[in-house]
């Protein structure tokens, strides 16, 4: 396999911590970004900036102009850009309405918006280079809804359609965009929950206000019975970047614990949507 240069946001825990070192060990030459690399997460930077193939650079993906300058920075340096990895994200969950439209807003800007920013950014120079890989951490919860978690699933919603379009419009120009979809994993993600910001509300949901946090010891039970790793997530991420360019697929399910309904989903949903895209005469971008 050739080595990439690769462009990763949200590294400084999770699945961008565990991309960023895997795919560093391959020999690609990995671009991590993360938040606040002098404040809160100037530990977790030193330690990805000591490892060998891995520079670290400031980003908050909700700053536009932010992420402009770290993607010219990447092209200037690297001299072009193969491979951007999505990975940012937070994880909201409790009573949906007390979810203000500002709660909504912040998790759209990091969930949503901040993919379309690196996705905006980076796609003229892999455009130029008629070559690229561009891979969306998603979600099994981005094609069915559970209770409870109805926010940030709507925003994994929302980067599903946002990925499933791009995949057919840009494969004709060399780029391939797809998405990986984890179910539940122990990660850091799960320890900076966003709750909604109106707590009177869920006061007047009686004992369904308790179900939040029943789900939140259900899962643990899980992690325990199953104990998925992690680590299969960047594995999938390393597959997927190895694999031949206009080959690789538009979803890869990665959930030991619960994937088998999101698999059968995808596989019946993309035969009917083969269909729809042959009448309306897309069939080509099939191929």
């Known amino acids: 396999m050739s080595k990439k240069v690769v462009l990763i946001t949200g590294t400084n825990s999770g699945f961008g911590y565990l991309a960023a070192k895997t795919l560093a060990a391959e020999g690609h030459s990995v671009y991590a970004t993360i938040r606040e690399t002098k404040g809160r997460n100037a530990e977790r930077a030193n330690e990805l900036a000591g490892i060998e193939n891995i520079q670290?650079?400031?980003?908050?993906?909700?700053?536009?102009?932010?992420?402009?300058?770290?993607?010219?920075?990447?092209?200037?340096?690297?001299?072009?850009?193969?491979?951007?990895?999505?990975?940012?994200?937070?994880?909201?969950?409790?009573?949906?309405?007390t979810f203000t439209e500002d709660d909504l807003e912040r998790m759209f800007d990091v969930n949503l918006k901040g993919v379309w920013r690196l996705t905006k950014a980076g796609l003229p120079q892999m455009r130029k280079q008629n070559e690229g890989l561009i891979i969306n951490i998603s979600s099994g919860l981005g094609r069915f809804s559970a209770p409870f978690m109805t926010v940030y699933n709507s925003t994994k919603f929302a980067l599903e359609g946002l990925t499933e379009g791009l995949h057919y419009e840009l494969k004709p120009l060399g780029v391939d965009v797809v998405m990986i979809q984890p179910g539940a994993f122990p990660t850091e993600i799960f320890g900076k929950t966003a709750a909604g910001s109106d707590a009177a509300i869920?006061?007047?949901?009686g004992d369904l206000a308790k179900v939040p946090e029943q789900i939140g010891e259900g899962m643990g039970q899980l992690f325990e019975t199953v104990k998925p790793d992690p680590q299969m997530v960047p594995n999938a991420i390393s597959q997927l970047i190895a694999k031949p360019k206009g080959q690789r697929p538009l979803r890869t399910v990665v959930d030991p614990a619960t994937g088998n309904f999101v698999e059968d989903a995808n596989q019946q949903v993309k035969v009917q949507y083969d269909y729809f895209l042959t009448a309306f005469g897309m069939q080509d971008l099939l191929n």
């Open 56 to 97: 670290v650079l400031e980003l908050d993906v909700t700053d536009r102009e932010g992420v402009k300058k770290v993607v010219s920075e990447v092209i200037e340096k690297a001299g072009r850009l193969d491979v951007l990895v999505n990975n940012a994200g937070f994880y909201g969950g409790g009573i949906t309405e």
């Open 202 to 205: 869920a006061q007047q949901y």
